[in-house]
């Protein structure tokens, strides 16, 4: 997707949480979550999604950072379905976008910024770029991965080219907050909790523009790594105040440790807008902010 179309996707949809909506004023839509056949067990155990998590770095430091593409067959399930529109489903629709890739990039390295493993799905935050340690270059990339039986089976993703400036002059990838003298709280039961409670935060904001929540759940000094909105609540209380209600649905939420990802869209279709927040528990706040969209 080339930059006038990621800005056209980012201002016409209107659903990041830092690209507020301007197609309707209605009241918030509700969170569709996205359609599992009944006959596919979920992946109840931190064991299940470690293991997910294990095949899935495998697509970047052997496939894409190794160009092993004999792992192919090993990762793919047979069925496999791919939601990018310009790539074909299946293994060798796969292999080919891989393969070619590497040949139009033949310089560049993939680096996981960011991953998360939670039930059937593992995602992934990536930097692909000729110079990884200069983070406002290449690539800023979302996968998505369904998995069955440590197969990928299904996927979704998102590009963003990442600009040479942001307001708050964070990158769109780096990890910036301190946690100083406490520790995240990581259990499975916060987990869940944090993830209810971002998302119903989200769509409140967006489509309802229930600005009032912004007191109760981000942090004062908030840290922003979206382009055009700077650090701290304030700044982002001014840009959905300046912004028309959205009409934001989210098929699908995850967490683990004290990130949680939000996915925009319906779930039958490539991703529109990925928010990642970091909360901190300690504080009972929403304290960092990442999207692609």
Request: proline share 3%.
């Amino acid at each position: 997707m080339n930059v006038a179309n990621i800005f056209s996707l980012f201002f016409v949809v209107g659903i990041s949480a830092c690209g507020g909506g301007n197609e309707s004023k209605n009241s918030s839509a509700p969170l569709i979550p996205l359609p599992i056949p009944e006959e596919i067990s979920l992946c109840q155990s931190v064991g299940c999604e470690d293991n997910n998590k294990l095949v899935i770095v495998q697509i970047y430091t052997d496939i894409i950072n190794g160009l092993n593409t004999g792992l192919f067959a090993s990762l793919y399930d047979e069925n496999f379905i791919q939601h990018n529109a310009d790539i074909s489903s299946g293994i060798d629709g796969q292999e080919a976008y891989f393969k070619k890739l590497a040949e139009d990039n033949p310089n560049h390295v993939a680096t996981i910024k960011h991953i998360v493993a939670d039930s059937d799905y593992v995602a992934v935050h990536w930097h692909f770029s000729t110079d990884a340690e200069n983070e406002f270059t290449g690539t800023a990339r979302i996968d998505l991965f369904k998995l069955v039986d440590n197969m990928v089976i299904e996927q979704w993703s998102s590009i963003m080219i990442p600009k040479t400036f942001t307001v708050s002059g964070n990158s769109v990838f780096s990890d910036l907050y301190d946690y100083q003298d406490t520790q995240p709280n990581n259990d499975v039961a916060t987990e869940d909790e944090n993830k209810d409670k971002v998302t119903s935060f989200y769509l409140d904001l967006f489509n309802n523009k229930n600005i009032a929540l912004i007191d109760e759940f981000v942090d004062p000094n908030y840290i922003q790594h979206n382009f055009w909105v700077d650090n701290g609540s304030s700044a982002l209380r001014d840009f959905v105040a300046n912004r028309d209600a959205a009409s934001l649905t989210i098929f699908l939420s995850l967490a683990e440790d004290d990130l949680v990802w939000t996915f925009s869209g319906t779930g039958n279709a490539n991703l529109n807008t990925v928010d990642l927040w970091r909360v901190d528990n300690n504080k009972n706040k929403i304290v960092e902010h990442w999207d692609v969209f």
